[in-house]
């Protein structure tokens, strides 16, 4: 009985549901604390906020391809959870681009959160700078698009820190060339940026 209730537990069906879920969960809760305090909604509100979790998640699981199936499902629970509380109505479009860019990061991301924690050489200190890479590349966005130059300076200033910490880690977990991750999350910001403007922000602007 314990063995078939420890399999149970640790099954990919429950972890697949458990992080829908939590998707759910966290897209009706960016869309319920719209217009509640700054931060609550800043916290919610956030690509970075979404796709940290994402790779949360993909941290605690058990193999890399679980994490990767994970973060995809959870973008995509999330996307549904926030477009299903706003009502989609007109807004059809958005969540279609929205639901394909979460099915296309998704699974890199849960990937990258598995990675850092349990992968081998310097894969993991290129999974850690593209963790960094959307808190650092969100800040891009708000401060050089949006012109919002004290909450660029607030992601800037956390995607450093999350940078350095993950760097840390690596190093401390004994990774050769963790400082890679140091290295490549600043380019990695620039890329994720550009994508943004360039794709996302267009398609979206399209539908």
């Given at each position: 009985?314990?063995?078939?209730?420890?399999?149970?537990?640790?099954?990919?069906?429950?972890?697949?549901?458990?992080?829908?879920?939590?998707?759910?969960?966290?897209?009706?809760?960016?869309?319920?604390?719209?217009?509640?305090?700054p931060?609550?909604?800043?916290?919610?509100?956030?690509?970075?906020?979404?796709?940290?979790?994402?790779?949360?998640?993909?941290?605690?699981?058990?193999?890399?391809?679980?994490?990767?199936?994970?973060?995809?499902?959870?973008?995509?629970?999330?996307?549904?959870?926030?477009?299903?509380?706003?009502?989609?109505?007109?807004?059809?479009?958005?969540?279609?681009?929205?639901?394909?860019?979460?099915?296309?990061?998704?699974?890199?991301?849960?990937?990258?959160?598995?990675?850092?924690r349990?992968?081998?050489?310097?894969?993991?200190?290129?999974?850690?700078?593209?963790?960094?890479?959307?808190?650092?590349?969100?800040?891009?966005w708000?401060?050089?698009?949006?012109?919002?130059?004290?909450?660029?300076?607030v992601?800037?200033?956390?995607?450093?820190?999350?940078?350095?910490?993950?760097?840390?880690?690596?190093?401390?977990?004994?990774?050769?060339?963790?400082?890679?991750?140091a290295?490549?999350?600043?380019?990695?910001?620039?890329?994720?940026?550009?994508a943004?403007?360039?794709?996302?922000?267009?398609?979206?602007?399209?539908?």
């Amino acid at each position: 009985m314990a063995t078939t209730t420890a399999i149970r537990r640790d099954s990919p069906l429950l972890a697949l549901s458990a992080v829908t879920a939590f998707g759910l969960l966290l897209g009706w809760a960016t869309f319920t604390l719209h217009g509640t305090t700054p931060l609550l909604e800043r916290a919610t509100n956030s690509v970075s906020t979404w796709i940290i979790w994402t790779a949360a998640a993909g941290a605690v699981l058990r193999t890399a391809r679980l994490a990767a199936w994970s973060g995809g499902l959870m973008m995509l629970a999330t996307c549904a959870g926030y477009y299903l509380t706003a009502g989609v109505g007109d807004t059809a479009g958005t969540a279609a681009v929205w639901s394909v860019a979460g099915l296309a990061g998704g699974p890199l991301l849960g990937w990258a959160g598995w990675t850092v924690r349990h992968g081998r050489g310097t894969a993991r200190a290129t999974a850690g700078a593209a963790i960094a890479m959307v808190v650092l590349g969100e800040g891009l966005w708000l401060g050089l698009t949006l012109r919002y130059r004290g909450e660029a300076a607030v992601y800037l200033a956390v995607g450093a820190l999350l940078t350095a910490a993950l760097t840390v880690f690596l190093a401390r977990a004994g990774v050769r060339r963790f400082w890679l991750c140091a290295v490549l999350a600043p380019l990695f910001a620039g890329a994720f940026y550009l994508a943004e403007l360039l794709v996302l922000d267009r398609l979206i602007g399209s539908v």
